[in-house]
């Protein structure tokens, strides 16, 4: 029977062609269905591992050299397996030649140095001197030194030189960021003192007296522990080496990693599954049509009385065999192709081989179960089928969607969106050739033959509907991953566009924004490129960003110069002073306080606060007040020569004083100010007339009085939603005294502030720095740039004194985007989708070539009909099966995505951005209208070549 059957194969090789491809293709999309996951797995645990602090990559456990159970840990930890166990011994000493050292004991520190001269220390009274730092230690030909510990409370000098250490070795570390030397900054810039560790042995460590030795051990997992993200495994092992769990960084790290392996093992079957099926259904369509084809040859065995089974090998053998051979095959191929282990592809592979068996048995039991009579029918018998298909695909989509709803994207919850999309499919391809039946008749009446015909073998066929469905499940399969890359890649671009800021940002060290801001000025005066922002300290809440919204062009934010006009201070006139001196003329008479009627000569003082154009702002002292008028001069800084602004005045009051002060003019070499009214204190409003504080001070206390181009209160903008206490932001004027501070005030709200997302507050660093007369605390300075900067600023920054501690890239972050679990599962599901057109293109070029030689287009060419018209029929049919399922298949991925678009990986993470329903049409006209093309030109290739025998 195995020989009949191989023959049978060879002589019809080009028939059984398509089922060889299909079984070839489903093999090998299962195999790839299983490696794809793993693999990109490992590739995201890499890139997470690589970015993450040194800290969170290893455990630490400490303790003291007077510790026995820290003793009996450090011998149990060495037995511990898939951990690397480094021990620590370290102690500071002083000696001959330096100040300050940290000696060391490190396991197998000779295998991660070089020797510069001598060798290693292996002894009890060797150390080894650190290379750079050598002339820093004065020795001169000194081979020994002396070395006492150094504590808080002094130096322990006891035995410091009665047992000398030698020198036996000079190195430098082969590499001072190996993960091997730990988080501690072993190898730190030189400084005053020695800051690279003397290296040596725990006997060296006991000859210099010392009370507590500093003992550490570093766990170090190995890779493959690191990156399975199963941090249990980790507990485990803990636990059974009876090892205290340390409070470290590497749980969340490994909880990261697990999730994101979660991920993609979930995400990927999403559409890798429905293919599939595709491809199933596709060579249950090839299968049967071949049996339909050879139906008379199946029945004479039937009627000579063969049995069952023969009779089935005889139908089914041929496909059979190309299913068990080259399905394992398909899947063989993409393993060798391949870096990833073979055990999970290879039971993939079995699951399709049986599941392509199914579908093949499943297409020869019509014919099996048929009688004799209707087994020898050249054409058989229409019977409408019972729906199973549709009825059990709606069933299962309803499901999906009630989980999905739930809030479990587990399970068939992941496939909501994939068995809508397909119930809508079958359903409508039950439908639509029902309602087209109606019309052959009329058609064909009406003289319409060609599409008479069409319509008769569309409707008129099984395969007609099958291919329907097929075609629009297909097209549906297309429009939803065409759909998902869309908006995931819009989504994206967007987050990472507000997560950076700008196209480039530079992070400064340093809490003083003046010279920054200053610098920024004079490079890009017209504000083209360049914004200065700092983050201001808070004591928690949202966190607070100050930038420069005088130059709202150079921001990537549409809604930029808006903000601007609501945060930015209207130009009040500043108060200039100019030339070498300042003079004020005052009132000062003073109050009795708590039972104290004169405060005595210094209980009062006034200061100037001038700032010069770099923004720094000086204080002037003009001394100490008199009662009654008087007025002060000082001289002014010499940045003031060309002019300075008025920052603010302030006077500073002894305890348990008071005194009422009236401010009648300042003056310089530009004049003199005497309309003071527009002055006033923090938080207070402006007054007219002259400027008159009573100053009452139960403490030292300062009184500050603010020009009038400082505002009152500073205008916000705060995300929405945040509550009353979260807006209740303060800063102290000069943050000299807690008591003199400066508030916001909403000016408005955005659902999202760049770099802080839906949780933040943006004020104007210019109004904010004069409100509070350069009084703001920043954690950190940025430079925000376009991407029409000098690549070359970071290094004019640091030439002019700043010290560049970050340099973040828009371009770089998109790219470490495109290696996001989600951009990754889109990527092998579009491989899916273009792998279901072609299993598509396969089928329907198939059932072309078929159709032109059936039987009943045989009996329309004797009773007249052209083989030009019958081909013209065929070829109608097929692109009118093409046309109807681009729509059904666009129609169910809307439906589908309106419904379930939850259940597709668009995102791995939380957005700042509000959910985008519908991406840009190109994203998904494009690959459609490509799909689209290629079907119809291979139905027309089909359709007019062929072999001269067809009937047609």
Same mark, same amino acid.
């Given at each position: ?333 993409? =393993?060798? *192709?391949?870096?990833?282990? %073979? $055990?999970? @592809?290879? +039971? /993939? ?5 049986? &599941? #392509? !068996? ?20 050249? =054409?058989? *018998?229409?019977?409408?089928? %019972? $729906?199973? @298909?549709? +009825? /059990? ?5 309803? &499901? #999906? !969607? ?551």
């Amino acid at each position: 029977m195995i020989g009949l059957t191989l023959l049978l194969v060879r002589e019809r090789w080009r028939s059984y062609l398509i089922v060889a491809w299909l079984a070839a293709v489903i093999g090998a999309l299962a195999a790839a269905g299983a490696l794809y996951p793993p693999s990109v797995a490992d590739r995201v645990a890499e890139d997470e591992v690589r970015v993450a602090s040194l800290s969170s990559r290893y455990l630490t456990l400490g303790g003291s050299a007077t510790s026995d159970d820290f003793t009996r840990v450090v011998t149990r930890a060495r037995t511990l397996p898939r951990f690397t166990v480094i021990y620590n011994e370290q102690i500071p000493v002083v000696g001959d030649g330096f100040e300050v050292a940290q000696l060391l004991h490190r396991d197998g520190a000779c295998a991660h140095i070089r020797i510069i001269a001598g060798r290693c220390p292996v002894a009890g009274g060797e150390v080894a001197l650190p290379e750079p730092q050598l002339a820093r230690l004065k020795l001169g030909d000194q081979t020994a030194i002396s070395l006492g510990h150094l504590t808080s409370a002094g130096w322990v000098t006891r035995g410091l030189g009665e047992q000398p250490v030698g020198i036996v070795g000079v190195y430098a570390p082969l590499d001072p960021a190996e993960d091997y030397w730990g988080s501690r900054s072993l190898f730190g810039a030189a400084t005053d003192l020695l800051s690279w560790p003397m290296l040596t042995v725990p006997a060296t460590l006991g000859t210099v007296p010392h009370p507590v030795t500093n003992r550490s051990m570093d766990l170090m997992p190995d890779h493959d522990l690191l990156i399975s993200g199963d941090y249990a495994e980790v507990r485990r092992l803990l636990a059974d080496a009876r090892i205290g769990e340390p409070d470290t960084g590497m749980r969340a790290l490994m909880d990261r990693i697990a999730a994101k392996r979660r991920y993609t093992s979930l995400m990927t079957p999403v559409v890798v599954a429905p293919v599939l099926a595709l491809g199933l259904w596709a060579l249950l369509i090839v299968v049967g049509s071949h049996l339909r084809r050879d139906r008379q040859e199946a029945g004479v065995p039937a009627l000579r009385g063969l049995p069952v089974l023969r009779r089935w090998w005889l139908m089914l053998g041929a496909p059979v065999l190309l299913v068990v051979v080259l399905t394992p095959a398909g899947a063989a191929v993409v =393993v060798a *192709s391949s870096d990833g282990p %073979g $055990g999970p @592809a290879a +039971v /993939a592979a079995l699951y399709a081989t049986l &599941a #392509a !068996l199914a579908f093949v048995v499943a297409a020869g039991f019509p014919l099996i179960r048929a009688r004799v009579t209707d087994a020898l029918r050249s =054409v058989p *018998s229409r019977r409408p089928g %019972g $729906g199973v @298909a549709e +009825v /059990a695909l709606t069933a299962l989509a309803v &499901a #999906a !969607l009630l989980q999905l709803r739930s809030g479990d994207r587990s399970g068939l919850g992941l496939y909501a969106a994939t068995l809508s999309a397909a119930a809508v499919a079958v359903l409508a391809a039950r439908l639509v050739p029902l309602l087209l039946r109606r019309l052959t008749g009329p058609v064909i009446r009406r003289g319409f033959v060609t599409t008479g015909v069409a319509l008769a073998l569309f409707t008129r066929r099984d395969h007609g509907r099958q291919l329907l469905a097929l075609t629009g499940l297909t097209i549906a399969l297309l429009a939803l991953v065409s759909t998902a890359v869309g908006i995931s890649s819009t989504g994206r671009k967007a987050q990472a566009t507000w997560e950076s800021g700008a196209a480039r940002v530079l992070t400064i060290r340093g809490n003083e924004a003046g010279p920054l801001l200053a610098w920024v000025g004079a490079r890009d005066p017209q504000g083209r490129y360049a914004v200065v922002v700092g983050r201001i300290a808070t004591t928690g809440g949202p966190p607070v960003l100050a930038m420069d919204l005088s130059r709202p062009d150079a921001l990537r934010w549409d809604r930029a110069r808006q903000v601007a006009e609501e945060l930015v201070a209207p130009a009040a006139p500043a108060v200039r002073l100019v030339g070498g001196t300042v003079s004020v003329d005052l009132d000062l008479a003073p109050r009795s306080f708590r039972g104290v009627a004169d405060p005595g000569p210094e209980a009062f003082r006034l200061s100037v606060s001038v700032e010069d154009d770099r923004y720094f702002v000086a204080d002037v002292d003009l001394g100490a007040l008199r009662p009654g008028r008087s007025t002060y001069t000082a001289p002014l800084p010499g940045t003031c020569a060309v002019g300075c602004r008025v920052a603010a005045l302030s006077v500073s009051a002894a305890r348990d004083t008071g005194a009422d002060i009236t401010v009648h003019s300042l003056r310089s070499a530009a004049g003199a100010v005497t309309d003071l009214g527009a002055w006033h204190r923090p938080r207070e409003s402006r007054h007219a007339g002259a400027l008159t504080v009573g100053v009452i001070a139960g403490a030292d206390e300062v009184t500050w009085l603010l020009p009038p181009d400082a505002v009152q209160s500073v205008p916000a903008v705060f995300t929405a939603g945040q509550s009353t206490s979260d807006r209740a932001l303060a800063w102290r004027v000069r943050a000299k005294h807690v008591t003199s501070v400066v508030t916001a005030t909403g000016a408005g709200e955005e659902p999202v502030l760049p770099r802080l997302g839906n949780s933040g507050t943006i004020v104007d660093l210019v109004t904010a720095y004069r409100a509070t007369a350069g009084g703001l605390d920043f954690t950190a300075l940025e430079l925000w740039l376009t991407a029409e900067a000098p690549d070359e600023i970071a290094d004019q920054l640091t030439g002019a004194g700043f010290r560049v501690t970050g340099d973040q890239r828009l371009a770089d972050v998109l790219r470490a985007e495109e290696l996001s679990p989600a951009v990754l599962t889109l990527r092998m599901h579009r491989v899916a989708a273009v792998v279901g057109v072609g299993l598509l293109i396969s089928t329907i070029g198939f059932a072309v070539a078929g159709a032109r030689q059936a039987p009943d287009l045989a009996a329309l060419r004797a009773a007249g009909l052209s083989r030009r018209r019958l081909r013209r029929a065929v070829r109608l049919t097929y692109l009118a099966v093409l046309a109807l399922g681009v729509v059904v298949g666009v129609g169910a991925a809307a439906l589908a995505w309106l419904v379930a678009r939850a259940a597709l990986p668009t995102t791995d993470r939380p957005s700042w951005l509000p959910e985008q329903v519908w991406p840009e049409p190109s994203t998904v006209l494009l690959p459609l209208g490509v799909a689209v093309a290629v079907l119809a030109l291979a139905v027309c290739l089909v359709s007019g070549l062929g072999r001269r025998s067809a009937p047609v």
